[in-house]
């Protein structure tokens, strides 16, 4: 059974970057059947879609995110990552891993935990 | 791109049936037939319950069951029990990305 954990600073200051990794267990990130995403959720509020990957590397993303987003795979360690760079106090949220059937976009399952990142001076 | 439109709220009793509505356009609902929705009690990480408009993964009860009709797409909660007290989020497929709703608390009476 695949699981998802993310991994990562709780605490960035304002305009440097977030980075996170998704650590995924139990199957391979590499098999050609789905895609790997990011999902995050501020506080009392509702989902968001960051983007998504797969194993080749080819990547997704948010159009509202895009400009300051980037998704990178290591499949020698079974990873993936995320990094967003110059954060706001806006940028603070749950931010989620998730895995994509390839060919059923939108069917995020299962997803990691969750991890609060808090962008604070 | 705008979030899907969902009510904020809805309710009811136990036993009951009750529907939550996700509103899109034509480049998102209306023209995939690519609808989740996802379950999410406090603090915890979301559960799929409706895939590809209708379809029921492994393990979710069939009280639940999902519909569309042009840009909108509806999940039906019928036997309600208290443990399907949550928020409730659609997401659709908008041709490259992907965008959710603004989420649905549900209250059981």
């Known amino acids: 059974q695949v699981q998802l954990q993310e991994s990562g600073p709780g605490l960035v200051k304002p305009s440097q970057t977030l980075s996170l990794t998704c650590t995924v267990s139990g199957g391979s990130i590499s098999s050609g059947d789905y895609y790997w995403s990011w999902i995050r959720q501020p506080p009392g509020k509702g989902l968001e879609w960051i983007g998504y990957i797969y194993y080749s590397g080819s990547t997704y993303y948010n159009p509202s995110l895009k400009s300051r987003v980037t998704i990178s795979v290591d499949t020698s360690k079974n990873q993936f990552s995320l990094k967003l760079s110059s954060v706001t106090a806006a940028d603070t949220a749950v931010y989620y891993c998730?895995?994509?059937?390839?060919?059923?976009?939108?069917?995020?399952?299962?997803w990691g935990q969750g991890t609060l990142v808090t962008v604070s001076s | 791109q705008s979030a899907l439109t969902q009510p904020r709220s809805v309710s009811g009793s136990p036993g009951q049936s009750v529907t939550i509505s996700c509103t899109g356009t034509s480049s998102d609902v209306g023209g995939y037939n690519y609808v989740s929705w996802y379950q999410q009690h406090p603090g915890k990480a979301p559960k799929l319950m409706i895939y590809d408009v209708s379809k029921r993964p492994s393990g979710v009860p069939d009280r639940f069951s999902g519909s569309k009709s042009g840009n909108t797409a509806s999940l039906t909660i019928s036997g309600l029990q208290a443990e399907d007290e949550a928020d409730y989020y659609c997401?659709?497929?908008?041709?490259?990305?992907?965008?959710f709703g603004g989420g649905t608390k549900l209250t059981v009476l």
């Open positions: 998730a895995r994509v059937f390839l060919g059923r976009p939108g069917w995020f399952d299962p």
């Open positions: 997401c659709s497929y908008a041709g490259s990305h992907v965008v």
